[in-house]
């Protein structure tokens, strides 16, 4: 009886900070980090690292704790001209009561400017970053009424990722936690719009890589869903036979290829993907808060469960 009221007093505190993942503010922090003013944020360009302070000074308001120092995780990798980039990934940091760990990540990068042209990238992937700054809001804002997590929750920005996903290539080369202790990743890369295949609805949401490593996080992912969010989860890119390969090709890969369950949230791709015209105005924001919520609660659900993910499948 003890434990089932454990059980169902952490469903109501994660619907109730679920809550907490304001529509309001996702439009606010999109509007700044895909405006002009950032300059498409290239890596190693003004406006990336422009966009890397405004990013930490949202972890500061909301509480987040700086794991090493001053947030920032920085790398350097060689670009398709040999040209030596400076990157900094930004690490916000909420303490658990045990040793293990959970990353949630999503890139801050983007094309930036073309022909003169900036491209601003507000889905891609002004969305998963601006959903990550609202799950790290909810969890600190649960930790502050004491329910913090079981597990200790990384929030990782990275950069380098439309080179080429250096960003997560550095973290888990040179990880702040053992990867043996890292028990997931839930990665956001586009989830504010709809694809052509979704024409009538945006409630859905394509899944990648949930059930490639364990059946745990698969099994989360559906039930979670079922009881919280009521998104179709739509599976056509987790094919492992799918020609696109999305499951290669944002940055939860570089976690899933070192044995750490992986899952990828995607919208899919439209018309605007990498181009000038992928603005803030064409983001559906009840989708992109309704998706925030989903990882949120993915993100809950891993971190307060009795037993780790168990990894009974080969990642193939």
Known sequence: MKKLFIILALISILDANAQNIDRKVLLNDIELLSSDKYEGRKTGSRGNFMAAEYIINRFKENGLEAYNKDFKHPFTFKNRRNEEINGVNLIGYIKGRSDQVIVISAHYDHVGIKNGEIYNGADDDGSGTVALLEIAQAFAQ???????????????????????????????????????????????????????????????????????????????????????????????????????????????????????????????????????????????????????????????????????????????
Do not use: Q
């Open 142 to 316: 649960a930790k502050k009424e004491g329910h913090g997590p079981k597990r200790s929750i990384l929030f990782l920005h990275v950069t380098g990722e439309e080179h080429g996903l250096h960003g997560s290539r550095f973290y888990s080369e040179n990880p702040l936690f053992p990867l043996a202790n890292t028990v997931a990743d839930v990665n956001i890369d586009m989830i504010g719009r709809r694809d052509e295949a979704h024409a009538n609805s945006n409630n859905y949401v394509y899944i990648i890589g949930s059930d490639y490593l364990s059946s745990d996080l698969y099994t989360i992912c559906e039930e979670t869903n079922k009881k919280h969010i009521h998104l179709d989860l739509d599976y056509t890119y987790n094919d492992r036979k799918d020609p696109n390969r999305f499951y290669y090709r944002s940055d939860h890969y570089n976690f899933a290829k070192n044995g750490i369950p992986s899952v990828f949230l995607f919208n899919g791709t439209h018309a605007d993907y990498h181009k000038a015209t992928d603005e803030v105005e064409k983001i559906e924001f009840d989708a992109l808060a309704k998706r925030t919520r989903y990882a949120f609660a993915i993100a809950w659900e891993i971190a307060n469960r009795e037993n780790r993910l168990i990894i009974d499948k080969d990642g193939k």
